[in-house]
């Protein structure tokens, strides 16, 4: 499930894109990282396994992607999305994808509703997970 977006600000072409990952598994963490580094013009700057760590990071280093996992270790994948516009009033979002293993689709509406551009299920979908960076960021 996905929603269109609208590119965020202008990048400088040559700078990588930087993505965080809101995940409390570090196993999954490694292999989101690999995942996204390996599509290459994409670097990982930041992994948090909390709600706030995550908003936290994201307030410092504004990220052109947040990958995030609806469930961490404290807070949750929804309340990460629903923090980030009050981290920039009035500014475009970056690019949302929920990354999760519960799929239902109430969870899906909520996440869409709250800001996320794509829901990939987890167990099936990760390796779309570099198309949609590509698709999005090298169309």
Do not use: W, Y
């Not at 990982?44 to 936290?56: C, E, I, R, W, Y």
């Not at 799929?103 to 996440?111: G, H, I, K, M, Y």
């Amino acid at each position: 499930m996905h929603r269109p977006i609208l590119p965020r600000l202008q990048r400088n072409p040559a700078a990588a894109v930087r993505v965080q990952i809101a995940e409390d598994l570090p196993r999954v963490q490694r292999l989101l990282q690999g995942l996204i580094e390996q599509a290459g013009h994409f670097v990982v700057s930041g992994m948090d396994a909390t709600q706030d760590a995550a908003l936290s990071r994201f307030k410092r280093e504004q990220p052109d992607v947040l990958v995030v996992d609806l469930n961490l270790r404290e807070g949750s994948g929804l309340g990460l999305i629903q923090g980030v516009p009050q981290c920039l009033p009035g500014m475009p979002l970056p690019l949302i994808i929920v990354v999760t293993n519960h799929t239902l689709v109430a969870l899906q509406v909520a996440s869409i509703k709250a800001g996320a551009h794509h829901f990939l299920d987890k167990s099936r979908e990760l390796p779309q997970l570099a198309l949609i960076l590509q698709r999005v960021f090298f169309p």
